[in-house]
């Protein structure tokens, strides 16, 4: 039977193009080989329904089968070096889908061509019968165009701002200087921990008819050390109610519990709902409310003690508030056993008529007269009221005729649902890249090696952070650098009498004869070995089709005997093992996610190691097998794409992390790079590694050592987790781990001009930092932290409300707060780096002179105060400002004229009233945009000829309505020279200027 058009369930999306490959991602509810064929220009078929114009290439690949009802491949084109494509130029492409009864149909024959389908929605084209494109990135530095942004939370009413890429590529459709030719999503492309509940359930039985109901979830057994396995669906993990699952079951530590995603099957399913509307209800009316779900559940699940079970470790009182599962299992009986709604919701909220309301008080009261002992009636009625307290709020409110008064959860979905067909057009129309960050997986994940350890020790726990890196790497990284997946995967063990063979670095006839024996034959002329640390070895082959990894590890925990073990091609290898989870036949289930976890490296515990270098890594130091990182080569840019969530490094078992470690700049930066000239590096940071002054400076800091007091002071269970300090909006900026932050500096600094692209945060804006080093009067490299969060995220409200109310927070935002620091590589050297005056008292500031590096900011020094000797580095960041006359602003942005009368009162008046007006436009501020945003980046040269950087917010006024969609406007401008001037001076100490 041919493919339909339902059975594209999300693509294409053009992922990565270079002149030398073109690669698109697609996920299919049937099996298929796919042909991508790729012209040159803007391309439309004939009359005929025929393409005449000759294609620059084409290839075919097979869909991999994920589950039943779930293939996914990237199709990638590799061009010889006669046939590549150009710089700056327009291409279109076609793809063909063959399905095993040898049937074929193309984007033309599924009616994906036409600008609009018989719905009136978007296809994939912006004319009719017109092939979807791509621009290539722009020769010239001055015409690149590059798109990026953040944070697309469903759970919320703001407009999705990812939409208007396509509205921008609408608009420069045929022009290549203009066309935006890079998209990048710099994290939380899902929010796995921020579900709206009607479509959490949604999710759960779309993940299970994909995978054709072969998941199953672990939850810990009632012998300590074991564990049970549950179908992985609504009834056993039910929608709305998932917080014990979460905080206790999987022992995470985010606030947002109640819609977390679980499986990997719901994992699937956001992706698949956030990039198309394919997999979608018809009516999002229809979708279940609370109520409506749990109603369903008709009796107690099974895995009862997971689902409802408080766990939590009451740090104030050293106990753990644990109910019995006879006495959970009895009131679960009863609850579930009431056949009249009504007096189970006013039972649990409260609600309903008077009397429902009777009824329900005699129902509970008969039940606990049941109990055996007081005792037992006490548990009993303490558990009956925490599930009142827990559950009990999300019963909506009814109208006099008892109808259900429906909240704004299913407004949130129609407002993301209404833009989808746009995203998806502009997905199969812009080359795309992703790199993960918090919410992919949860908010707090790998927030420190106290959270690895809870975690990971947990079955459901681990199994949630696999699930979620699972879908990662087949909807975000598989795209990022297809070659690495489309290949052949190996592992297998040798012994560790070869480990003197590798560390010779020559691919001897012994170890070629020990590949052979595993199927594997490699050419010894085109064999590479390098040691990258004791006992771990990378062999690669010159023609870059294979790679191989061998380490030495333990056979065992409990003995001494060592194995080696090897995995090649470490990506392919992950594809294939996930291909393998939810087949039919599949038996080794467990087996096989143990082997996954030990590929992302979830196996691995931090009480069990030491340090490396003072800072908690992974054992030996070593990095993970799979990595997440990336590059990419333009004309007259590159790209460097960090992963800060699986590299990072821990200063202390608990608290703030530092957001990439020495082995994850080494990977991604050699120590000493050899740019060229000319060219400009970005950095994809999910967080930013420069923050607005006012934020890094004193915000963060503060926030950092509230978090626990306010949450102690509320009564809040983030106190009660186990773990301190543990909020990870307020401990993972840079600015907390500096050695970190400055080597990054350090290793960029030779690029010259680099630009930060982040997001996280939820606010947009930019920062510009002046680098100088030891002997040079003019700064050697300026950096750029061009910030754009949320396509449908903002920061808290009270932080916005703080902004609008409190004059002061308003000035000090204003006052373009700067931050200096000078740098010295070790303190041990004379003279010292600082010369204090005699019987200073600097308690607060002297310690940072006795670490290395010396890292010190220049302000908060005694009088008298001089440096010993010059910096070895020094930087200078300040904050950016929309610096356009306000008429050239958006019309909502503007403050409004005053005109003046004679009557002093009336002009007074006038102006409190403007300023009331005003405040109330802190969103719309020239320094950060506190709305959903997407930021555009381009350069122009000035006069002088110094290259400028042009970040341009773009976002909506209003919160998103049901069908409306508003127009998007550039709300914030900021221009940065990426050289600094003669006039631009190094730091010093205010009296080194004396």
Known sequence: MPLNKTDILCGPIVRKVAPDEVSVWIALKTAAKVELT??????????????????????????????????????????????????????????????????????????????????????????????????????????????????????????????????IIKKNLADPVNRPQQLFMSGDQIYADSVVGALLGHLTNLGNNLLNDKETLPTNGKTPGTQERWPADANHFPAYIRRRLIDSEARFTTGATANHLISFGEFVGMYLSVWSDVSWPEEIDNLKNFEQAFNEIEETPKNFGAIFKRNLFDERSGKKAVFDDDVMKSCLDFLFGIQNNDILRSILSGKGTLDQRNQAKSSVLSFLDTAA??????????????????????????????????????????????????VRRMLANISTFMIFDDHDITDDWNLNPSWRDRVFTSPLGKAIVRNGMMAYALFQDWGNRADRYNREGHFFELETVLASEFNTGQFSDTLKSAFSEKGITLDSEKVEIKLLHTDE???????????????????????????????????????????????????????????????????????????????????????????????????KHKILAIDNRTRRSFVKFHGAPGNLSFNGMTDLIPKNPTPKDDDVCFVIAPLPVLGPSVFDELIAPL?????????????????????????????????????????????????????????????????????????????????????????????????????????????????????????????????????????????????????????????????????????????????????????????????????????????????????IEQAKKVNYTRQILFKTNLGLVSFEKSGNDVLHVIHSLYAVPFDGKPGKIQDHDIYTLHKIALEASENEKAPTLPDDKN
């Open 38 to 167: 790729v012209w040159n220009g803007i391309i439309s078929f004939k009359n005929n329904g025929e393409i005449v114009e000759t294609p620059v290439g084409s290839v075919s690949q097979d869909t991999t089968q994920i589950g039943k009802f779930l293939h996914i491949t990237v199709v990638r084109l590799s061009l010889s070096s006669d046939k590549l494509l150009q710089w700056g130029q327009l291409y279109s492409y076609n793809l063909k889908f063959t399905t095993s009864d040898n049937e074929s149909r193309d984007f033309k024959s599924l009616n994906l061509v036409d600008d609009t389908d018989k719905d009136g929605k978007t296809t994939l084209s912006y004319e009719s019968d017109q092939l979807p494109g791509f621009a290539l990135p722009a020769p010239k530095i001055e015409d690149l165009k590059i798109i990026h942004g953040s944070c697309r939370n469903n759970d919320n009413l703001f407009e999705d701002a990812l939409s208007f890429v396509d509205d």
């Open 703 to 915: 926030a950092y050592k509230a978090t626990d007091f306010l949450e102690f002071l509320s009564g809040g269970e983030e106190v009660k987790s186990g773990m301190k300090g543990t909020d990870p909006d307020a401990i993972e900026a840079w600015a907390f781990d500096p050695v970190s932050q400055e080597e990054l500096l350090k290793r960029l600094a030779p690029f010259k001009r680099i630009i930060f692209l982040s997001g996280d945060v939820h606010y947009g804006s930019s920062q510009r930092l002046a680098y100088w080093t030891k002997g040079n009067e003019k700064a050697t490299a300026c950096f750029a932290q061009l910030t754009s969060s949320g396509f449908r995220n903002i920061m808290p409200a009270f932080i916005q409300k703080a902004s609008q109310n409190f004059l002061n927070l308003q000035k000090t935002i204003r006052q373009n707060l700067r931050a200096e620091r000078l740098g010295w590589t070790s303190h041990k050297i004379n003279p010292q780096p600082i010369e204090l005056p005699d019987n200073s008292k600097v308690f607060f500031l002297r310690h940072k002179l006795k670490e290395s590096p010396v890292i010190i900011p220049v302000l908060g020094w005694p009088k008298g105060t001089k440096t010993g000797r010059s910096p070895d580095w020094s930087w200078r960041i300040e904050n950016v400002l929309d610096s356009r006359k306000e008429s050239d602003r958006p019309t909502v942005t503007q403050v409004k004229p005053l005109e003046e009368t004679d009557d002093m009162m009336k002009n007074l008046q006038k102006i409190a009233i403007r300023h």
């Open 537 to 635: 070895w990378l062999l690669q082959t010159t023609d870059n089709k294979d790679e191989f990894i061998i380490r030495k590890y333990k056979k065992n925990a409990d003995d001494d005997d060592e194995i080696l073990k090897v995995l090649g091609n470490p990506h392919a290898h992950l594809l294939n093992q996930i291909s393998l989870l939810f087949k039919d036949e599949a038996e080794n289930t467990t087996e096989l996610e143990e082997h996954i976890d030990f590929l992302f490296g979830l196996d691995f515990q931090h009480r069990v190691q030491g340090s490396a270098g003072g800072r908690q890594q992974l054992p030996d130091n070593r990095s993970p097998l799979i990595k997440w990182h990336f590059t990419y080569e333009g004309a």
């Open 373 to 422: 002992t007081p005792d037992e009636k006490k548990q009993k009625t303490e558990f009956i009221n925490y599930l009142k307290e827990w559950i009990g709020p999300f019963y909506l409110n009814r109208d006099k005729d008892s109808k259900i008064i429906e909240n704004k959860d299913k407004d949130k979905l129609k407002i993301i649902r209404q833009t989808l067909p746009k």
